[in-house]
């Protein structure tokens, strides 16, 4: 007689399929006991993050631990390269980002450079990276996309988008096209708030849309849904949880028959109103296949409630059993193609060169008429590095910035790095805004002082920014330093606004580690 303290036959059944929808992250550079348990009741996805990886071999030992368990495991990460990377979140990317890709606007070169981020995670074992960007950033001010996004006009995303699409899968790593509908027209970050694209529904098709189906024609197996309201489509739910945007948008206009995953599930823009349980039943509902978590909710608790949640859901009716066996059925599908085209593909170097070759070309210089003689820099400067906040897409911890590499190349460089938080903490925050603009050192405040124009006082001054254009307290603190110092250089490693501040003004079009390997070799006169 069965006990009636054990799960019934229907009720593990329904907990297998939740268990497949799920894309879980965990803690740790080992296989959790957890995950072992999962994978063996039919957990067919997980997502690693920076907190998993300590160098190449680590990842590899990782992967394989994972794959003794199920050869054909989805295993995904978050791999951009330039400013959003996992693989080298501790030394910064070897690679620049989309922004500057798309500034050289080489197709040959996107393409090269994504073939070399798919060896390398092909020869880590790694199956699904949740990338390109597909997002066109047409808003400058956008907080969470910028130089995630190949630039601010369609044609140069789309044409893009498909050939970091091709170059990946070529080296037997499923791409991402992410974040549908587009992420590029908003001004609030998802990871906090509920973003909102006003755009009509034909200028959304004409702007947003044509990257994604650039991405499709090139062959993208999987596309991640986007935390945002588009009313002109659904004025109601955000398009993770929308079927009209899931559904009839994307699959029944633009024909998409692969997988659709979600954005990670505990951001806020979906939990705030929803919660953690009723956003991922809200998003399989409405035509998600696989749900991405643990990028903060990391580990066997909020695994087995997600679970639970999705069983209940079938159970009292909210979701339909049909849906969540047409979700699950798709992610195996999709695990079973991205395991042999894994195993098909013969793994191969990766160019070690191509990522700083990549950030030479995108490099961008204006000099001020009658200042050609302020590079090369003779002897070494003194460099500020002004830092914004991170978003959460971006691990702040990633090294970044110019001081170190030209530190190498111009031994004797000092620098210092300065927050918002650093001058609020001062009190002179408000001083930055308050004060005119002045051509000489009055009035300036006493930090910037200090920290920037003392030490630099028979050196040449490198101010770095990046995204002065959406922190006016970095424009200003800039702006102020220039005014004193109008010989300086400033190296702007975001997204740049049109203008062009400094005697020497350096555009790098992203903050990765070779990024400021080619703004350090430009100003100290080595390429």
Known sequence: MQSSSRPSSRHQQLTRLAGTVLQPGFVGTTVPDWVRRAIADGLTSVVLFGRNIVDPEQVARLTAQLRAENRDLIIAIDEEAGDVTRLEAWTGASRPGNLALGAVDDIDLTESVARDIGRELHAAGISLNYAPSADVNSNPLNPVIGARSFGARTDVVSRHTAAWVRGLQSAGVAACAKHFPGHGDTAVDSHHGLPQVSASA???AATALPPFVAAMEAGVRVVMTAHLLAPAYDPELPATLSPRILVDLLRGELGFDGLVVTDGIEMSAVTARYGIDGATVRAVT???????VGGEHAGEATFHQLTEALVGAVLDGTLPEARICEAAARVAEFAAWSGSRMRAVAADDAASDIGLVAARRALRVRTEQGRESV?????????????PTMNLAVDGQ?????AAPLSDLLPGTTSVRLTEADLAESGELSDLADLPDRPD???LPDLLERKVLDPAA???LVVVVRDAARHDWMSAAMNRLLGSRPDAVVVEMGVPNGTAPGAVHLITHGA???SGLAAAEFLAGRR
């Open 375 to 387: 590079l090369p820099l003779v002897g070494a400067p003194h460099v500020v590095e002004l830092s």
């Open 202 to 204: 034909e200028e959304i």
């Open 458 to 460: 028979e050196r040449s």
């Open 398 to 402: 990633t090294p970044w910035g110019v």
């Open 286 to 292: 409405g035509g998600a296949d696989a749900v991405c």
């Open 512 to 514: 990765t580690r070779v």
């Open 441 to 443: 050192r009055s009035g």
